[in-house]
């Protein structure tokens, strides 16, 4: 496997534009199931480079090429999904000629696991077709959200289109299976996929050792503090915030806020009325451990249960917060399963679990994970 190499200063002076989870078409379980992801695809023989493939979408259509793509483009909004997903497959180095410039905060995790980036042509957020088509592509990979907007005005330029979800861990497996197909390493698809079952169905044996009205209520809230306003805000239930919430065996407490397709607005009143057991904190633009600092710090939250209890806590996060629907939602909900049933989960180890995750799934060897990753683990991590 490749050992990508940079040093923390190189990666701290990238800024980059800002991206928000969006919605998942799945709705979450009542209480955590026997979640099973579909199966890779069968064939784990590479496909030649040469040969006609054929894939179907997120969103359902049936995508044929001539050939492997040679030169792919990663383009719109939210991609850091889509890249990171990507960027599973060694391939991606050397067959991505163009990538979105897109971060939250001021860190950018790419130029850990690609040392070829620089030759790459950076895009921007905004991003028009004929800029993305002047890349000159095989092929473009978005995201499902950016379909109407770019990728039907790609697709009436002549340009081939693959569109992703990764929304869910059903989603999310689906879409590594096509990348699979797209880069031509169906072998690599199942093993991440592999990866990714084995750690569902550790958090499962651990939620299972807790009855259903055992589990503690729980309440997930993103803080935002836009120009001295603040706010705060849950998801909807059909997000993989709530999903992860509840495979990890809480019970959400804002079901009743949960209405929309977006982040709804909860008021404290609201907050101290559902007197949950646990709190959490997502917070993308703000230091999250700066938040809960303020927050365990003001009078008013000192009056909750879960501050008094010690149980407010401030969401992991690295380079990106572990509660999106990135690559990293496994480690927020193995995370998550130790926060929620701390009892069940004492042989959870998170950090080793991280370092497991970055050298499995990119390659980066334990001293580039010491050097480049581990300074910036942030939340209630050890």
Same mark, same amino acid.
């Given at each position: 496997?490749?050992?990508?190499?940079?040093?923390?200063?190189v990666?701290i002076? %990238?800024?980059?534009?800002?991206?928000?989870?969006?919605?998942?078409?799945?709705q979450?379980?009542?209480?955590?199931?026997?979640?099973t992801?579909?199966?890779? #695809?069968?064939s784990?023989? #590479?496909?030649? #480079?040469?040969?006609?493939?054929?894939?179907?979408?997120?969103a359902?259509?049936?995508i044929?090429?001539?050939?492997l793509?040679q030169?792919?483009?990663?383009?719109?909004r939210?991609?850091?999904?889509?890249?990171?997903a990507? $960027?599973?497959?060694?391939? !991606?180095?050397?067959r991505l000629?163009? %990538?979105?410039?897109?971060?939250?905060?001021?860190?950018?995790?790419?130029?850990?696991?690609?040392p =070829?980036? =620089?030759? =790459?042509?950076? &895009?921007?957020?905004?991003?028009?077709?004929?800029?993305?088509?002047?890349?000159?592509?095989?092929?473009?990979?978005?995201?499902?959200?950016?379909?109407e907007?770019?990728?039907?005005?790609?697709?009436?330029?002549?340009?081939?289109?693959?569109?992703?979800?990764?929304?869910?861990?059903?989603?999310?497996?689906r879409?590594?299976?096509?990348?699979g197909?797209?880069?031509g390493?169906?072998?690599?698809?199942?093993?991440?996929?592999?990866?990714?079952?084995?750690?569902?169905?550790?958090v =499962?044996?651990?939620v299972?050792?807790?009855?259903?009205?055992k589990?503690?209520?729980?309440?997930?809230?993103?803080?935002?503090?836009?120009?001295?306003?603040v706010?705060?805000?849950?998801?909807p239930?059909?997000?993989?915030?709530?999903?992860?919430?509840?495979?990890?065996?809480?019970?959400? !407490?804002?079901?009743?806020?949960a209405?929309?397709?977006?982040?709804?607005?909860?008021g404290?009143?609201?907050?101290?009325?559902?007197?949950?057991?646990?709190?959490?904190?997502?917070?993308y633009?703000?230091p999250?451990?700066?938040?809960?600092k303020k927050?365990?710090?003001?009078?008013?939250?000192?009056? &909750?249960?879960?501050?008094?209890?010690?149980?407010?806590?401030?969401?992991?996060t690295?380079? $990106?917060?572990?509660d999106?629907?990135?690559?990293r939602?496994?480690?927020?909900?193995?995370?998550?399963?130790g926060? %929620?049933?701390?009892?069940?989960?004492?042989?959870?180890d998170?950090?080793?679990?991280?370092r497991?995750?970055?050298?499995?799934?990119?390659?980066?060897?334990?001293?580039?994970?010491d050097?480049?990753?581990?300074?910036?683990l942030?939340?209630?991590?050890?």
């Amino acid at each position: 496997m490749r050992t990508p190499y940079i040093t923390l200063l190189v990666m701290i002076t %990238i800024l980059l534009a800002a991206c928000t989870p969006p919605v998942s078409p799945t709705q979450p379980p009542a209480s955590a199931p026997a979640l099973t992801l579909p199966a890779a #695809a069968p064939s784990l023989t #590479a496909t030649p #480079a040469s040969n006609p493939i054929s894939v179907t979408d997120a969103a359902g259509r049936t995508i044929t090429l001539p050939r492997l793509p040679q030169r792919i483009t990663i383009a719109g909004r939210a991609i850091f999904l889509v890249s990171h997903a990507a $960027y599973l497959f060694p391939e !991606a180095i050397t067959r991505l000629v163009a %990538i979105g410039e897109t971060s939250q905060g001021s860190i950018e995790f790419l130029p850990v696991v690609d040392p =070829k980036l =620089k030759e =790459k042509q950076r &895009l921007k957020v905004d991003v028009g077709p004929e800029q993305v088509a002047a890349t000159n592509p095989d092929l473009v990979i978005i995201k499902i959200s950016q379909l109407e907007r770019l990728g039907k005005p790609l697709e009436a330029l002549g340009l081939k289109v693959v569109a992703l979800d990764l929304e869910s861990p059903e989603a999310f497996a689906r879409d590594i299976k096509t990348l699979g197909v797209l880069f031509g390493n169906e072998k690599r698809a199942a093993e991440i996929t592999a990866y990714y079952q084995a750690r569902l169905d550790r958090v =499962k044996s651990i939620v299972d050792q807790l009855p259903e009205d055992k589990r503690p209520r729980v309440l997930l809230m993103q803080y935002a503090d836009r120009d001295g306003a603040v706010t705060l805000s849950v998801p909807p239930m059909a997000w993989i915030q709530t999903v992860m919430t509840t495979l990890a065996g809480g019970r959400p !407490a804002w079901k009743d806020a949960a209405a929309g397709s977006g982040w709804n607005k909860v008021g404290f009143e609201q907050i101290a009325a559902w007197d949950v057991d646990q709190i959490f904190i997502i917070s993308y633009f703000t230091p999250v451990n700066e938040v809960v600092k303020k927050l365990k710090a003001d009078p008013q939250w000192q009056s &909750l249960r879960a501050v008094k209890e010690n149980r407010l806590y401030g969401f992991a996060t690295d380079f $990106y917060s572990w509660d999106q629907a990135d690559t990293r939602w496994i480690l927020g909900m193995l995370w998550l399963a130790g926060k %929620i049933n701390p009892e069940a989960a004492k042989g959870l180890d998170i950090l080793t679990e991280t370092r497991d995750f970055y050298q499995r799934m990119y390659g980066i060897d334990s001293a580039t994970f010491d050097q480049a990753i581990k300074p910036l683990l942030t939340g209630d991590l050890p």
